[in-house]
């Protein structure tokens, strides 16, 4: 070896071992364990009967359930999916979709640039497409945002467990026996992986109907071999009956359901352990049970609810009366060129576009100059057009500035849908503002709609005093339903009457492009509706109102997605949110039907806690539970008129 290569060999090993130990010190940290691939559940399971068959009624051990959720289950009718075709292909949701028959696929989420895990994609049969966890830290959706089956994952890998938090969950089923999960629920996931199996343990906290969180778990074995093969579910009418009335839903009266001791004594067990609740969680119920003793025939049983769970309503009411405040309002896309704007009082929507902005409802008065700056700040952002590249000489003299401005915020009109201050106080506020450029030039009414709404509303405005001229409705229709003039923003807007529902006043809007419903007072996704008996209002108008929403409305796939609904109040909907609250007014007008059958004043109808099941989801506010009992106990007595008549199925 001549001199030369000994020099260039020495000196090359210094530079070799500070290149390794930099590799070692750089190197990428150890990654997660591979969670990806095909897994089927393990079916050696101690509650295969649930997981396979079902439950049956009253079948509630195991669960922390309260007796709200006790008396939602308790009159839970398994024919309900029947005739409710919205409903009829729910998925699994999350928090119950492991628990299930289905196989699983878990693929990677990789960032392109970074070549990061961003997220895992998660599928199984029987859900509407693949659930995203997102591992990369985004925020979570606004409250005004939709909730899904499957809800917004955030996950985290601690240590070598992945752990999983779903929020913004639709109400759905805890168990398949009328056991029902809020739409307030939150799902905590632990995913560990010890080759070939993955054990998932499953964490429901429910605000509403548990006392206690809810844990369950699942092991998968890896499956390489499997498909998840698609699931085409269409609704349709298991029974066919032109004369089956559509606006009834099957629902066991309080105290009426036979089955609630079939299990009791087809197992010979107590039923006190039957019928759950945390205390028969624990092994030390084992001792109490000992002293019970099973029934000796199955028997109607007569439940008594008596937690806290039944003091919703009277601990709302017992709350201090607080202002309401307007410190967030936000807006939220629904779809397409749609928005909501929220946190104003009632729910506003939006229609944004080069040809303007239309309101549906403004807002409280109180709101109002936020309610402006917020559809300015949102109009400027959308008209914001980024430098690209063309393909042929532009006209303008100066590029940059062509590109860069833009019209000022110009709001066309306002479409109220009820008289309500927190759905039209802020009509003169707008109109008094620098957005005001409506079509009409120079304030001319007969070149444009300015404030529309059905001819009550304006009727019952012009009775109140101290309202500013400004805000009043300026043009009106009486029909069945009024098309704006012209198409906006590249859509048609239909206006429909829907009578005696809220009042005899009420509108719902329908921008035909994006396929999004305004609904007003009609509908929130999470109170009971405010029924103005005295402006015409009635329990069955909201339900063929809500027949009519529904029967507009089509689900992308699996009653979700599709048609989206802005409630008066509360977060984005679909078909589905819809659909619950739809068949929960049904439900609810029977029992208070039934209670005036049997001779009972107001007074005692209220003392009977009609609603006390569904109090915990729509009746947290003060007030709120009694006014509408009330509402649908006196259109309930009173003469129906003819346009309360409920309709056929077709």
């Known amino acids: 070896m001549d001199r030369l290569t000994r020099f260039r060999i020495a000196g090359t090993l210094p530079l070799l071992a500070t290149w390794a130990a930099g590799f070692v010190f750089a190197q990428a940290p150890a990654s997660p364990p591979d969670l990806s691939g095909e897994w089927r559940r393990l079916t050696s399971h101690e509650d295969a009967h649930e997981r396979g068959g079902g439950p049956d009624p009253g ?36 928090g119950y979709q492991q628990l299930g028959p289905d196989s699983m696929r878990i693929e990677k989420g990789i960032d392109p640039v970074t070549r990061q895990l961003y997220a895992y994609r998660i599928l199984f049969q029987r859900t ?45 089923f805890i168990r398949r026996n009328g056991v029902e999960g809020s739409f307030r629920r939150t799902v905590t996931e632990h995913v560990s992986l010890d080759e070939p199996y993955l054990t998932w343990v499953i964490v429901v906290n429910d605000p509403d109907y548990l006392t206690e969180p809810l844990v369950r778990s699942v092991t998968f074995i890896r499956a ?98 607080r202002e309401p405040t307007y410190d967030k309002v936000e807006a939220v896309h629904v779809s397409r060129n749609i928005y909501l704007l929220g946190g104003a009082g009632g729910n506003i929507t939006l229609s944004v576009g080069g040809d303007g902005i239309v309101m549906v409802n403004s807002g409280a008065m109180q709101a109002g100059d936020k309610v402006i700056a917020a559809i300015d700040q949102l109009n400027q952002a959308l008209h914001y057009s980024p430098p690209s590249a063309y393909n042929s000489a532009r006209a303008e003299a100066d590029t940059w500035q062509a590109e860069h401005s833009f019209a000022p915020t110009a709001v066309r009109f306002i479409i109220n849908t009820s008289i309500e201050p927190e759905y039209t106080g802020g009509n003169s506020k707008v109109v008094g503002s620098k957005l005001w450029h409506p079509i009409g030039v120079g304030g001319d009414q007969a070149a444009s709609e300015f404030i529309l ?13 101290d309202l500013p001229p400004s805000g009043l409705p300026t043009n009106t229709y009486f029909s069945e339903k009024y098309r704006i003039h012209r198409f906006i923003n590249g859509e048609g807007i239909e206006v429909l009457h829907m009578p005696n529902a809220h009042s005899d006043g009420d509108s719902i809007v329908w921008f035909r492009g994006s396929d999004v419903i305004g609904t007003g007072a009609i509908f929130n996704s999470d109170t009971y509706p405010d029924i103005d008996v005295d402006h015409g209002g009635s329990i069955q108008g909201v339900v063929n109102a809500l027949i009519r929403i529904t029967d507009m409305m089509i689900p992308e796939y699996m009653s979700q997605g599709g048609t989206l609904v802005v409630p008066g109040r509360g977060h984005i909907c679909d078909i589905a949110d ?51 009992v009330e509402a649908v106990y006196r259109s309930l007595t009173q003469k129906k008129s003819t346009e309360e008549t409920a309709v056929s199925r077709p």
């Open 59 to 94: 079948e509630y051990w195991g669960l922390p359930v309260n007796d709200a959720e006790r008396m939602r289950a308790d009159t839970y009718n398994g024919f309900w999916v029947n005739v409710s075709l919205e409903l009829q292909c729910r998925p699994h949701p999350t």
């Open 128 to 172: 509407p497409g693949e659930r995203m966890v997102y591992l990369d830290g985004r925020p979570r959706p606004s409250e005004y945002a939709a909730h899904s089956w499957e809800g917004f994952s955030l996950g985290k890998f601690e240590g070598d467990t992945l752990t999983i938090t779903a929020t913004h969950l639709k109400e759905s």
């Open 224 to 321: 390489p071999t499997t498909q998840i093969p698609v699931y085409p579910c269409a609704a349709q009418t298991e029974e066919y009956r032109s004369d089956r009335p559509k606006d009834a839903v099957p629902n066991w009266l309080a105290g009426t359901n036979p089955y609630l001791t079939e299990v009791a004594f087809k197992y010979k067990v107590p039923l006190e352990g039957v019928r759950g609740g945390a205390e028969t969680i624990y092994p030390e119920f084992q001792a109490k049970l000992k002293t019970l003793s099973p029934p000796n025939a199955q028997y109607v049983l007569k439940p008594e609810y008596k937690d806290e769970s039944t003091r919703v309503a009277e601990r709302a009411d017992a709350q201090p009366k």
């Open 453 to 465: 709404a059905q001819e009550n509303v304006l009727r019952r405005m012009e009775e109140i005093t």
């Open 578 to 628: 819809v659909g619950y609250y739809r068949d929960m007014m049904m439900i609810l007008r029977d029992r208070v039907k039934d209670l005036i059958k049997k001779g009972m004043t107001l007074e005692q109808v209220k003392a009977a806690k009609p609603t006390m099941d569904y109090d915990p989801l729509f009746g947290r506010e003060p007030g709120v539970t009694s006014r509408f």
